[in-house]
């Protein structure tokens, strides 16, 4: 194999549709309108669509769309939301810069939020649970709702890896109050820079996040909030136009390579990601697990194949999060699997030959120490 295998290639995703890219910047960039115009309103409305949710208002960053998710919902300091504890720790930025506390709950088999250890953390402070659909896989949202309609909870979903992912043939992003997403360029929908978006079925939060996202001003000087200016530009709308109306394509040729790692690497030193029933997996990262990872790392680099850590620090133990005062080993299933995660290449664009290499080289790996 000549050259290194990446984790990731973002530009074998740009020439895959290089000409409808190239033609939609040129019609942004003529069209003299670049901030709220067409592209934007016509990417909210075909992403509502695709999603099934009533309402999409386009936002500048995934982090965004968290944080204004929890303002417009109220949420804010003496409050508390549930979240899974081995997230990116984007998603409890969504909940402290509201001044809300974070109250981690272990993962499942699955790297999604354990169901059956929610109620035990709620108390008269909950207000809401975050739950994150990590990797690309939905989340066990049937008792997780039964759940937040019991103790009257918000319900808000971090989608920024879950785009077109559904549970029981429903979308993420459709089942709670609101659901957020991302359009990082790294994303199966990604953009060409940062970008993001909420979704919701409340027509309420929908005007509420408009008003929000422009300043706090539904009309021009006149405003009725203290807001923000978190906007999802014209020529970012424009391209993802683009790539959403390959979405199908695009989940369908990741899915085959996922599939093909799934029943060819054979290695037992190698736990394999697991599918939840009724849900589907629209594959952001292909994550396995291994005791000796350090090993396996050094092992891959040396034969030209990269990887990534999703995530090698749970937010509980990031110094940013200090003030918890939460100690090592307060969430162990979370701190094993930051220990152990590993991320193997993935990418729209993979060549056949890159998947053999890379299956090849996983099965060869023999643990030396």
């Not at 979240?83 to 993962?107: C, H, K, L, R």
């Not at 319900?155 to 077109?164: I, K, L």
């Not at 940062?194 to 021009?220: P, W």
């Amino acid at each position: 194999m000549k050259g290194k295998i990446s984790p990731n290639r973002l530009d074998r995703g740009f020439y895959k549709y290089q000409e409808e890219f190239e033609q939609k910047a040129i019609d942004v960039l003529r069209s003299g309108w670049y901030v709220l115009g067409n592209e934007v309103k016509s990417f909210e409305e075909e992403f509502a669509a695709y999603t099934g949710a009533k309402y999409c208002i386009g936002l500048a960053s995934g982090l965004d769309a968290l944080w204004i998710a929890f303002r417009v919902l109220g949420i804010g300091k003496g409050d508390e939301v549930i979240v899974q504890g081995n997230t990116y720790i984007a998603s409890v930025m969504g909940i402290t810069i509201n001044d809300a506390t974070p109250i981690f709950v272990e993962p499942d088999e699955y790297y999604n939020i354990d169901a059956s250890k929610i109620e035990e953390k709620i108390t008269k402070k909950t207000k809401a649970i975050l739950v994150v659909h990590l990797y690309g896989q939905a989340s066990n949202m049937a008792p997780i709702m039964e759940i937040a309609k019991r103790h009257k909870l918000r319900v808000v979903e971090d989608c920024a890896q879950s785009h077109g992912a559904k549970f029981n043939g429903q979308m993420t992003g459709t089942f709670g109050d609101i659901g957020c997403f991302s359009f990082y360029p790294s994303k199966n929908l990604g953009a060409f820079g940062d970008g993001g978006a909420i979704v919701t079925n409340d027509s309420d939060l929908d005007k509420a996040v408009r008003i929000f996202r422009n300043y706090g001003s539904e009309k021009r000087y006149y405003n009725k909030v203290v807001g923000a200016n978190s906007r999802l530009d014209e020529i970012q709308a424009g391209l993802l136009r683009v790539r959403l109306s390959h979405m199908e394509e695009l989940e369908q040729e990741k899915t085959t390579i996922c599939q093909r790692y799934l029943e060819e690497i054979k290695n037992p030193v190698f736990e394999l990601p697991k599918i939840r029933d009724g849900a589907t997996h629209i594959w952001h990262q292909f994550v396995i697990r291994c005791d000796k990872r350090d090993e396996l790392i050094s092992y891959l680099e040396a034969n030209n194949i990269g990887s990534i850590i999703h995530y090698p620090i749970p937010p509980h133990l990031s110094e940013a999060y200090s003030y918890l005062g939460m100690e090592k080993d307060a969430l162990p299933i979370t701190e094993s699997y930051a220990d152990t995660v590993l991320s193997i290449p993935l990418y729209i664009g993979m060549t056949k030959e890159e998947q053999d290499y890379v299956i090849d080289k996983l099965n060869a790996f023999e643990v030396q120490s």
